[in-house]
């Protein structure tokens, strides 16, 4: 089963190139998901806080102006399908490639032990400049993480990107990443 780029051009039409900003079109969409695979009883899969400490806070706008990350977050979402566990991490990007600079060591070695545990790991991979979305197996961007730390290879152009494994905005699920658990379960099972 293929899944085909989406035709309306959703993802693009939400695109956000301010730099505070990035990785929050794209998680917006997969939270709006989220809730329709929860309304649905399809998976369970909440986003992860990241835990930051304030420093400066202004008083009249109640806002805080200054914070500093208690520790190092894992990944983006965790929850369950259908049983199953999983786990990913959100990279949204302008350019040609995704730079393994922006998977961090601790992210890949949460991964690597969640899938130990038998869960399932991976990352979406949102082009924002196509418009696209790529669903990336753990084990795939294992072998690319891998590489580069043996002084390979620094990032994954988007040539490289498993064209079977873009994401749709299908049935109202505007990123719809069941899917792409399901093909890998059945090449798991084959």
């Known amino acids: 089963m293929r899944t085909k780029a989406n035709s309306g051009g959703i993802f693009k039409m939400h695109s956000r190139n301010i730099r505070g900003l990035r990785g929050n079109t794209l998680e ?3 939270n709006y998901t989220n809730n329709l695979y929860r309304e649905k009883k399809l998976a369970l899969v909440q986003k992860i806080p990241t835990s930051i400490t304030p420093v400066e806070f202004n008083s009249k706008t109640k806002i805080i102006t200054k914070a500093f990350f208690e520790q190092k977050s894992t990944v983006d979402y965790i929850g369950v ?3 199953i566990p999983v786990c990913f991490d959100v990279k949204e990007i302008s350019k040609k490639s995704l730079p393994l600079q922006n998977v961090h060591d601790h992210q890949i070695f949460f991964m690597k032990a969640f899938e130990e545990q038998r869960g399932i790991a991976f990352i979406l991979v949102y082009f924002s400049s196509r418009g696209e979305v790529f669903y990336m197996p753990f084990k795939k961007l294992y072998e690319y993480y891998s590489i580069s730390k043996k002084g390979g290879r620094k990032s994954i152009p988007y ?7 873009i994401v749709a905005n299908k049935n ?3 990123v ?3 899917e792409q658990i399901k093909m890998a379960l059945e090449g798991e099972n084959a």
């Open 172 to 174: 109202g699920f505007l």
């Open 176 to 178: 719809h990443y069941l």
């Open 28 to 30: 917006e969409m997969i």
């Open 159 to 165: 040539d490289e990107f498993d064209k079977s494994l």
């Open 81 to 83: 399908v259908q049983g």
